[in-house]
């Protein structure tokens, strides 16, 4: 069976949402966790919240791991799924698929930034991106998390929470978001019909 957009089934919530949000776009999805779907599937995206070490520990029992850094087509790992693009998480010192160097770590809080960092924030473009084209620079963004990624080589998006992190990522065929496009309104749309075109 090929999809043209498979949605890693690894135990995240939101996946309804973005299910439909690609429905509204005109592009059917279907959620799996079967690596011979995934590998033969136009595009993948992998969706995810959580703890990284629960959803590596998940990706590992689904077989997932390999088929998942082995992918060739357009990949997008959406929060937590952009974390785990990374080589490792602070979050119970887990190892991450490592397709993009990098770690995540706790946001530090205060009484003005709590954590999770939770809510719209805009998002900088650091580099051309082929997932920011068509949206203004300082776009709104809608983000639930509680680790980030600092500023690393791949990255192509940069919001300011206390510090700057990564927001938006973009290695080879692998990108990703902190923040939830699915619930981003107009700009989250725009994005993900920008990645339905990635090359």
Known sequence: MTAAVAVVDSG??????LRFA????????????????????ERVILPGVGAA???????????LVDTLR??????????LGMQLLFSRSAEDDAE???????EARRLPASVNLPVPHMGWN??????HSALLDGIPEGAHFYFVHSYAV????????????????????????????????????????RLLENFMRMH
Request: charged residues 15%.
């Open 12 to 17: 995240g919530a939101n996946i309804a949402s």
């Open 22 to 41: 690609l429905q509204r776009l005109g592009h059917s999805s279907l959620l799996t966790a079967d690596p011979a779907v995934i590998r033969n599937a």
């Open 53 to 63: 070490r629960d959803a590596m520990q998940r990706l590992e029992a689904a077989g």
């Open 70 to 79: 082995g992918l060739s087509q357009p990949m997008l790992g959406i929060c």
């Open 96 to 102: 991450c698929l490592g397709v993009i160097d990098g």
């Open 122 to 127: 805009r998002v900088a473009k650091a580099r």
């Open 150 to 189: 600092g500023m690393v080589t791949a990255t192509t998006g940069i919001t300011h929470y206390g510090h700057d992190f990564t927001s938006v990522v973009r290695q080879g065929n692998f990108a990703g978001t902190q923040f939830h496009p699915e619930r981003s309104g107009a700009h989250g749309a």
